[in-house]
């Protein structure tokens, strides 16, 4: 079985880079948002690269960024155009992969493990994703890929900005990095890490379990092995399961539609078995043809049903409307408006 691969994906100077869109002007300048020039009141929320040059970061009193950085500019906080925008961004992200989930305004993880089997390695699926996000929205961001989500976010920030960083060994990658950069280790506890001689993740990794336990309990120990490349950690979806779907990429192009078919069914199948403890009302399906133009079409039932045969009679009337005029790379089936089943209705003859 192939492991999860999770994306993490980050947007540059996010509130600036808003900014930046609607006064192009201010490009290549130290741009501060937050806070005001004249009062020398207030907080910065973020800064462009060029400004971070001097020091100045989130969180910062702007008299102090302003004594660091006396040519910036400040522009106030316009949150409607930022919450537009980050909208565009999710929705961008959200046409790579169903598993997917936003974790605040600019950042969102991807579980990509059938995604990235269309690319030949990990950096190749994260530049791609990079390409989508600045073609859909004008925006550069960071892309941290693991097999664990921690991980993934420690990467993402790794080479800011407009990085891609793709780590396979875990263990090596965090090593030389400061035990603080992994989240819950922070400016609390990071002396107490530091007293006991772990200023690494390596030194982390290091000590032995017994000891971890003994100085930091079940929740070191949750550090340790993270140290140690053994975390697993995915996506979390937190209002329950949203929609149940099945993908699969295809090594060689498939260029008939009776094998369209016969794979849509496969799926349709697979999808089915892991219903079984919902009702649903739409079914999707997803098409990405050999040049990664990808397009779904949908179809909803009047009321929830749970049947293999709701599947398949959808998923004929949706490829009946398709043409497939290239190869195709990818196919998909995924079953949505789900409600999970707690009731005696247990299928659409029951109603
Ligand atoms: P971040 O993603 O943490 O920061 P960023 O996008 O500005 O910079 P980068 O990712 O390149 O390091 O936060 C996203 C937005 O949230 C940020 O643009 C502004 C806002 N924010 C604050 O208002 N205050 C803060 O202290 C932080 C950290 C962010
Ligand atoms: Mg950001």
Not at 264 to 286: G, Q
């Amino acid at each position: 079985m192939t492991n999860q691969v999770i994306a993490h994906v980050d947007i540059d100077c996010f509130f600036a880079a808003c900014e930046l869109k609607i006064k192009p002007e201010l490009k290549g300048k130290p741009v501060i948002v937050g806070g005001d020039k004249q009062s020398r009141r207030g907080v910065v929320c973020t800064a462009t690269y060029e400004a971070r040059k001097f020091g100045v970061h989130s969180a910062m009193p702007i008299s102090r960024a302003l004594s660091l950085c006396p040519d910036a500019i400040c522009i106030p906080t316009t949150h409607e155009l930022y919450k537009q925008e980050s909208q565009k961004v999710m929705s961008a992200l959200s046409s790579i992969t169903e598993q997917f989930q936003q974790v605040s305004i600019d950042e969102a993880y991807l579980d990509i493990t059938e995604f990235v089997q269309q690319f030949d390695s990990w950096e190749r699926a994260g530049l791609f994703i990079q390409k989508l996000i600045e073609k859909r929205t004008g925006y550069t961001c960071s892309v941290g890929i693991s097999e664990s989500r921690k991980v993934a976010k420690i990467a993402s920030d790794f080479q800011k900005p407009a990085g891609v960083t793709a780590v396979h060994n875990m263990k090596e990658f965090l090593a030389p990095l400061s035990v603080k950069k992994i989240p819950g280790i922070g400016k609390k506890s990071l002396p107490y890490y530091h007293k006991l001689e772990i200023e690494t993740i390596g030194d982390l990794a290091n000590k032995s379990k017994f000891f971890i336990l003994d100085h930091f309990g079940m929740h070191g120990y949750a550090m340790w092995q993270l140290a140690n490349g053994k975390d697993s950690s995915g996506i979390e979806y937190s209002e329950g399961r949203k929609s149940i779907s099945k993908e699969s990429t295809f090594e060689y192009d498939i260029t008939s539609k009776t094998d369209v078919v016969k794979y849509i069914y496969e799926l349709a199948k697979k999808v089915y078995e892991n219903s079984k403890t919902f009702l649903f009302k739409t079914v999707s399906i997803k098409v990405r043809y050999n040049d990664f133009k990808t397009i779904t079409r949908s179809f909803s039932f009047s009321v929830s049903t749970n049947t293999y045969d709701a599947i398949v009679t959808a998923c004929k009337k949706l490829l009946s409307e398709l043409d497939f005029p290239k190869g195709v790379r990818l196919l998909g089936v995924k079953l949505d408006n789900l409600t999970e089943i707690n009731c005696k209705q247990m299928s659409l003859s029951d109603f």
